[in-house]
Every structure is written in C-alpha cells, then in structure tokens.
C-alpha cells in the first residue's frame, strides 16, 4: 500500500514561513503529478499547487508569488515552502499524487491522499 505523509505544520504568526514535507512510501510517483490542497473548516477543500516529473509547476492565484513547490524524487518527498503566510491560509494542507495533468485542480482528480498536516496562521 502506497502511503503519503505530511509533516512540517504548525502555528505561525501571519507574514511568517513554514515548510511542509509529504514523503511517499516507495518511488511510485517519479511520473504522476503531486500537489498540495487544503481545506478550513467549515469550506471545500481546495487546490494549493501541483508540480510535475520535469519540474512543471500550477498555483491557486491565491498562493502565487508567496508559495513554492518542489520535489525530490530520489527522496521520494515533496514539499511546499510557505512564506508570507496569511491567517486566510490556515487550514489542513493534504499532499497528493495522480496520473494528471498539472493544471488539474480538483480533488477527484488525485488518487493518492496523506492524512493531512495542521497550518494555523494567527493575526
């Protein structure tokens, strides 16, 4: 069984940074896309960014130019740096992987789910 984990989360004052880690069971993802969605309460979970096998990258307008993906496939982790942060960014951040397109930005259009890792950001 294939298995995403999150970690990194936390609480950070707003214009802080945080970075968040998803490590993959095995090296099963070298050619899926993966990403990060999040979710607060209370609201649909929503697309953060995606990025590809050759480094092609998507964001949410909301996150551009404050967040960063990138991954490791020889560590067999991706990971989401967060600057800027803003208390509308906290939610629980979901690390993903499918055989899609990048610009891909809806949830069920992702296989493979982590069980999710805490952002709160105060004001």
């Known amino acids: 069984q294939v298995q995403l984990v999150e970690s990194g989360g936390g609480l950070v004052q707003a214009g802080g940074s945080l970075r968040l880690s998803c490590a993959a069971s095995?090296?099963?993802?070298?050619?899926?896309?993966m990403g990060w969605f999040r979710q607060a309460p209370g609201k649909e979970r929503e697309f953060v960014a995606t990025?590809?096998?050759?480094?092609?990258?998507y964001y949410a307008d909301s996150v551009k130019g404050r967040f960063t993906i990138s991954r490791d496939d020889a560590k067999n982790t991706l990971y989401l740096q967060m600057n800027s942060l803003k208390p509308e960014d906290t939610a629980v951040y979901y690390c993903?992987?499918?055989?899609?397109?990048?610009?891909?930005?809806?949830?069920?259009?992702?296989?493979?789910w982590g069980q999710g890792t805490q952002v709160t950001v105060s004001s």
């Open positions: 993903v992987a499918g055989r899609v397109d990048i610009t891909v930005i809806v949830p069920r259009g992702y296989d493979y």
């Open positions: 095995r090296r099963t993802f070298s050619n899926y896309a």
């Open positions: 990025i590809n096998w050759i480094g092609g990258t």
